[in-house]
Structure formats: structure tokens, C-alpha cells
């Protein structure tokens, strides 16, 4: 393992690369910007693992790029939807992730963002901020309660569990929607179908089919994988089915929702308010959802503390070192890649 070559596609917290560079010989692309891809391809060969970012896309020309040394893509991420999983495994390259230590940071952003879009605050902030003109008064800028509502979570994985779980705090009734034919779940779910139960929630939690969670909730939170089956999972028919006073919060991955649609909804007074930490096509933004004034917008800020940024960066770091250490990384996610012999 001593001085294996190791591609970095971005600069990550101190710490991590301190330890990467103890062992190994690392190309770390130092731009704030993700690598271009002709320069992906051409400094991945050779190399015995790549710690990418959620913007570098893993496929077959990439893993031919980089020659059949590699043993491990380590994605600085928990999804891996940037990741042909399936081209990995042909190879026998393993793939990891970062879940867990990410979790508690991305659950108070959903509620930062089912706080600010409830109660208008960003609406507010650029009111004042605007030097506008104002006067307290009985109906300026109502917004919608959160104590005592219904909040309902589509993907009841790891981050979903903990949205539910701070939910307590508010009172709140929790739904959760089940797996229907493997879409609404499809986050790592713990989805068992029909019967109340706690789903690790630390509550009551009820399971409902997705169209009918739409319809119940006051608050929609999205934390599913981003798969075939989950794209534009929150389509024109499915926003249709949530109350016009509800909020929708997005900070899985942005092609679940259906922005065109989303958009449609919020301006014809279909839905109240949305909180997006993620788009479909990043870093743009649908310019109808920028020029909304009950749409509360964050660039991708799911994970991003101080403390999780490290976590993430010392995880991707051991899931290298133990992937060429020979060992299984801790966080793998093909498992047969560690158990087929690289050819
Ligand atoms: C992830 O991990 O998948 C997030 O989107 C970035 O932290």
C-alpha cells in the first residue's frame, strides 16, 4: 500500500488529506470548481483509488481512463447517483460513500428549511434588507404553523428517521410513505408497510401509499435516493395532490421533483411555499423558482458544518486506506466488488 497513487478531486478538510499523504502519493486538483472532465480522465490513470465528489461522473469511460489498478472509488458523498454502481462492480472496483456521519447535519437543514419557508424568512430578511417600507401589522406576511402539523417524510432512511425524530419537538403527527413497488421508499427505507410504529423515529410514525402522504401532509420532506425509479418522483400529477397550504422540502437530490411543475404549482397557488437545498441541474436554478418570493433556495447545503465536512473527509479518507489495505471499507456499498479477485 506505501505511496499508492491516489486521485483527490477536490481539496477536503486538512485533516483528511494530512492523513491520505502519511501513506500515499496524492494528486489533489486544487481548483474550487469541479475537474474538467478531459483532466478527470487523463489524471485518474494509473491510479490505485479516486475520492470523488458528487459532480464527477463514475462510468465506464472513466474506469477505463483509469486503468485496471483501481481499487476503490470513494465518493464524498452518501448518494452515489453520480456513480455507475454496476460498471464498478464488472470491474471489480469497490465503491463507498459517507452515510451516517452526515446525517444529523442534513436533517437540521430539512427543518431550517421547513422553518424558514413556514414562516417567511428569507421573504422577510429581503423586505428589510430592500430598505422597503414597513409597519407591524394583523396580516403582514402570515405564514403557516408548524407546531402541531402534519409532517410527512418521503424515504425513511438514516436522514428521514432523524427529520422524524425532531419532529417531536413540534408535536407533530409523522407519516411516512410506504414502498410501492420500491419508488416512494427508496432511501435505505425501513418501509414495513401499514401498521403504525416507531421506524426508529423515536415516535409514532404511520405508513401511508405516497399519493395518499401527499394529501394529508402540511409539510413534505424528500430524503429518497435519486434512481430511475425516484426521478421525478414529485411529478405535475403528484404536486397536484398536496394541500395548497403545504410546504415542499428538498435536500436529497433535485430530479425527484419535477421543477417545471413545482414552479407551476407555487405561482398558481397550488402549494404555499418550497425549501430547496438541491436542483435538477446544478448549479442552475429554474429561473421561476429564483423569481418566487416563497421559495427558499440554498446551494447544496445539506452537509456542509464544520464537524460533518471532517467527518466525511477522515470516512472517504479510511474507506480508501482500507480498500488498499485489502480490508473491506467501512463504508462499501457493492459488496461483490470486494469479494470478486480484480482480473
Ligand atoms: C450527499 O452526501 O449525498 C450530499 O448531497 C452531500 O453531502
Redesign the pocket.
Known amino acids: 500500500m506505501a505511496s499508492a497513487p491516489v486521485l483527490v478531486t477536490r481539496r477536503l478538510p486538512e485533516e483528511a488529506i494530512a492523513r491520505l499523504t502519511a501513506s500515499c502519493e496524492v494528486t489533489l486538483w486544487q481548483e474550487e470548481r469541479p475537474m474538467p472532465r478531459a483532466r478527470l480522465l487523463a489524471d485518474s490513470a494509473g491510479k490505485a483509488a479516486i475520492i470523488t465528489l458528487?459532480s464527477d461522473r463514475v462510468d465506464d469511460e472513466l474506469l477505463e481512463a483509469a486503468g485496471a489498478g483501481l481499487r476503490i472509488v470513494a465518493n464524498y458523498?452518501?448518494?452515489v447517483d453520480n456513480v455507475d454502481l454496476a460498471a464498478c462492480s464488472r470491474r471489480a472496483v469497490m465503491v463507498a460513500n459517507?452515510p451516517d456521519v452526515?446525517t444529523e447535519a442534513?436533517a437540521d437543514m430539512a427543518w431550517a428549511l421547513v422553518m424558514a419557508a413556514a414562516r417567511r424568512v428569507a421573504e422577510g430578511d429581503r423586505v428589510l434588507r430592500a430598505g422597503s417600507a414597513w409597519v407591524w401589522g394583523p396580516e403582514m406576511m402570515l405564514g403557516r404553523e408548524v407546531y402541531g402539523k402534519t409532517l410527512g417524510i418521503v424515504g425513511f432512511g438514516r436522514i428521514g428517521r432523524a427529520v422524524a425524530r425532531r419532529a417531536g419537538g413540534f408535536g407533530m403527527r409523522v407519516l411516512a410513505a410506504e414502498r410501492s413497488g420500491g419508488a416512494a421508499g427508496a432511501g435505505g427505507a425501513a418501509g414495513t408497510g401499514g401498521a403504525a410504529g416507531t421506524g426508529g423515529a423515536g415516535g409514532e410514525v404511520e405508513w401511508l401509499p405516497l399519493d395518499d402522504l401527499l394529501a394529508a401532509s402540511d409539510f413534505v420532506s424528500l430524503h429518497v435516493n435519486l434512481s430511475d425509479e425516484t426521478r421525478h418522483l414529485l411529478d405535475r400529477e403528484r404536486l397536484a395532490r398536496m394541500r395548497p397550504t403545504a410546504v415542499l422540502v428538498n435536500t436529497s437530490?433535485g430530479p425527484v421533483v419535477d421543477e417545471a411543475a413545482l414552479a407551476e404549482a407555487l405561482s398558481a397557488g397550488r402549494l404555499f411555499a418550497a425549501g430547496l437545498d438541491?436542483f435538477e441541474a446544478e448549479p442552475h436554478v429554474h429561473p421561476d423558482l429564483l423569481s418566487h418570493p416563497r421559495v427558499v433556495l440554498t446551494p447544496?447545503l445539506?452537509?456542509a458544518t464544520v464537524d460533518t465536512r471532517r467527518a466525511?473527509g477522515i470516512l472517504a479518507v479510511d474507506n480508501v486506506l482500507e480498500a488498499l489495505a485489502g480490508r473491506r471499507p467501512p463504508a462499501l456499498v457493492n459488496e461483490d466488488a470486494f469479494r470478486r479477485p480484480k482480473a
Request: proline residues 0%; charged residues 10%; glycine residues 16%.
Open positions: 458528487l458523498a452518501v448518494g459517507t452526515l442534513t437530490r438541491v447544496h445539506g452537509s466525511m
